[in-house]
């Protein structure tokens, strides 16, 4: 089993940062494939990046590229979104989702576990 636990939301202006935080439990954290997925009100879930259990490899949605940035240490069981010239349309409540097989999916379903969601508003 593995618990996640979201951390680093909050409001900031358009054109401002912030940094995400997924703590995740269980030992084997470290071989799970993560991603982070973001649902704005009234709108489906949408997938914005994944990471390899090694880091190695990255995947992001179009609308982010060049603007986030998905790390993880395995050392401390922790996945990290940079989130770099946010826009309004960023606004949503982020989740954090680990997936057994160690490579990369953009599908929701694909996803064993998930955190609880943290909010993250940008204003005009």
């Known amino acids: 089993q593995v618990q996640l636990v979201e951390s680093g939301g909050g409001l900031v202006q358009a054109g401002g940062s912030l940094r995400l935080s997924c703590a995740a439990s269980?030992?084997?954290?470290?071989?799970?494939?993560t991603g982070w997925f973001r649902q704005a009100p009234g709108k489906d879930r949408e997938f914005v990046a994944a990471?390899?259990?090694?880091?190695?490899?990255?995947y992001y949605t179009y609308s982010v590229k060049g603007r986030f940035s998905i790390s993880r240490d395995n050392a401390t069981n922790t996945v990290y979104l940079q989130m770099n010239s946010l826009k309004p349309e960023d606004t949503a409540v982020y989740y954090c989702a680990a997936r057994v097989p160690v490579s990369i999916a953009t599908d929701w379903n694909e996803y064993d576990y998930w955190g609880q969601g943290t909010q993250v508003t940008v204003s005009s």
């Open positions: 269980g030992r084997t954290f470290s071989r799970y494939a």
């Open positions: 990471i390899t259990w090694s880091g190695f490899s990255t």
